[in-house]
């Protein structure tokens, strides 16, 4: 079973760039989560999806930040323009049940840099 | 809200040596305590969890109890090995639904032959 893959692995573009995100949650997960890192300080989430609806967007730092989700499948997460403290580590995770009892499980991250 | 705390690394053991990684929490009701770990080039993973006061989480030699009264769920090894080298993450989900999960900043360990 193919687990939660991100695209792309490494990004590095300029300030007011765009660049975009793309998650592919476990098959049949109808939880997916985004989660940054910046700079080797904590996970911090950004927000979660419950099939093709936003459940709780209340980490997204601010309107620049653009998270869908079309059909309930696979996510995207836009940033525009970007800014250097976008700088970080951006994890999607996605679980079948709730978070409290189960198990997020985690992409490999994709590491966008901005300069 | 909601926080974790735990101890700064880098952590550097040598094989067989013992490990405690320390982490606190602060939260409203009752949480759910994970440690996830981050290995080289891969991306995050359960390592073990505790839902409920006094329960004890343990995989791969790893061990840690969920303290109430303490608010603590320390990450323990008895002998580390090479290949337990990674980033650890402590963190929490409360109740309620479908609550996001809570990390610490993460502790780096390496361990050398």
């Known amino acids: 079973e193919a687990g939660v893959t991100q695209f792309p692995s490494h990004s590095v573009i300029e300030k007011g760039q765009t660049v975009t995100l793309r998650c592919d949650p476990i098959s049949g997960h109808d939880n997916l989560y985004w989660y940054r890192r910046v700079m080797g300080k904590e996970i911090k989430f950004l927000l979660h999806?419950?099939?093709?609806?936003?459940?709780?967007e209340s980490g997204m730092p601010n309107n620049r930040f653009l998270a869908e989700r079309t059909g309930g499948t696979y996510s995207t997460l836009k940033v525009q323009p970007a800014e250097l403290e976008d700088s970080g580590v951006y994890f999607c995770?996605?679980?079948?049940?709730?978070?409290?009892?189960?198990?997020?499980?985690f992409g490999e991250g994709s590491r966008l840099t901005v300069l | 809200g909601d926080s974790v705390t735990q101890m700064e690394g880098p952590v550097t053991l040598s094989e067989e040596a013992f490990l405690t990684i320390n982490c606190t929490y602060t939260?409203?009701?009752?949480?759910?305590l994970f440690w996830y770990v981050q290995y080289p080039g891969e991306g995050l993973q359960l390592l073990l969890k505790?839902?409920?006061?006094?329960d004890k989480g343990s995989n791969k030699g790893f061990e840690a109890t969920y303290r109430k009264e303490t608010t603590s769920f320390h990450l323990e090894k008895g002998s580390v090995q090479v290949s337990d080298s990674a980033v650890y993450f402590c963190?929490?989900?409360?109740?309620?639904?479908?609550?996001?999960?809570?990390f610490g900043t993460g502790t780096k360990l390496q361990v050398i032959p």
């Open positions: 995770a996605s679980s079948q049940g709730r978070a409290r009892t189960g198990e997020l499980f």
């Open positions: 505790a839902t409920k006061a006094d």
């Open positions: 939260a409203t009701g009752y949480p759910s």
């Open positions: 999806f419950v099939k093709e609806s936003k459940q709780d």
């Open positions: 963190a929490l989900s409360n109740s309620g639904g479908y609550q996001k999960v809570t």
